[in-house]
């Protein structure tokens, strides 16, 4: 042995006996297998905190926003009654069928006073009053049928009427103007000629219903002060059923002024029509 490997040797300290080792090693595996295992609540109190957290932020994202409370009603003006029972006939009268009968009778009435017409298609004419004894006789010039001033209109022209309110209307305004009716008449021209159109004209249902909407937008037309039918500008009076449709023999004629037209004694005239298929002999 040379001199490095001697002094490495008495440096070093002598090796443990194998009984210590061993005891040394037993006492360690038991330290080791005895030993409290590490704790790791903290980490998963903070893995479940996040989890609560992702989950109460994905209920919040799908979670219905809060309504907005519904705006106030808004004041809804009152129809009146008369233009509900003309808005009523109206619908009633657009889904009718159309008439069919040879002739289109209208009776007119004023007093004690009662005369009849009956009108054909082609335009032939028969009429009744207290001088023919309850006979139907020829007319020598049939009526023409005026709606818009002075124009003749033909039952074959009615029929092609436009079927809106406005256009209505409009159509017997510019007949009126083109026939020099003054302005300050024209309404009541007008007006006259839609109840025509419902009462004593022929109209087929979608021209009866534009009539019956047209009267109903005049704005002087309102409910008759007793329950009995629609009180027109000027004092006239419609009565009309709602149910059918049908002007029940109130309708009456107007003056140039909008008032309804009377004769010496002051009574007013009703009208009323019908299709029928039978002539008085």
């Not at 979670?63 to 109206?90: E, F, K, M, S």
């Amino acid at each position: 042995m040379n001199d490095l490997q001697t002094l490495r040797a008495a440096l070093m300290p002598p090796e443990p006996a194998a009984d210590v080792v061993d005891r040394s090693r037993h006492r360690l595996q038991n330290r080791m297998l005895g030993a409290p295992r590490r704790r790791i609540r903290p980490f998963a109190i903070g893995i479940g905190f996040a989890a609560a957290a992702a989950a109460a932020a994905v209920v919040v994202a799908t979670l219905p926003a809060t309504p907005a409370p519904p705006p106030p009603p808004q004041a809804v003006a009152p129809v009146d009654p008369g233009r509900q029972i003309l808005l009523a006939a109206a619908t009633v009268a657009e889904r009718a069928p159309v008439g069919t009968g040879k002739y289109w009778h209208s009776t007119t009435k004023v007093g004690t006073e009662t005369w009849e017409y009956w009108t054909t298609a082609d335009g032939h004419e028969w009429y009744r009053d207290a001088k023919t004894h309850g006979k139907a006789v020829p007319q020598v010039r049939p009526r023409p049928i005026r709606l818009n001033g002075d124009d003749d209109v033909t039952i074959s022209g009615i029929l092609a009427l436009p079927a809106d309110p406005a256009a209505l209307r409009n159509w017997l305004v510019e007949g009126l103007k083109r026939h020099g009716v003054p302005a300050n008449q024209r309404d009541a021209f007008v007006l006259q000629s839609l109840i025509d159109l419902v009462s004593v004209v022929p109209s087929p249902p979608a021209v009866r219903a534009a009539a019956f909407r047209a009267i109903a937008a005049d704005p002087g037309v309102h409910a008759a002060p007793d329950g009995t039918g629609v009180q027109l500008p000027g004092g006239g009076r419609l009565v009309v059923d709602p149910a059918t449709g049908q002007v029940d023999g109130s309708s009456v004629f107007l003056g140039p002024d909008g008032k309804p037209a009377t004769d010496t004694k002051g009574h007013t005239y009703a009208v009323s029509a019908e299709w029928t298929d039978d002539l008085p002999k």
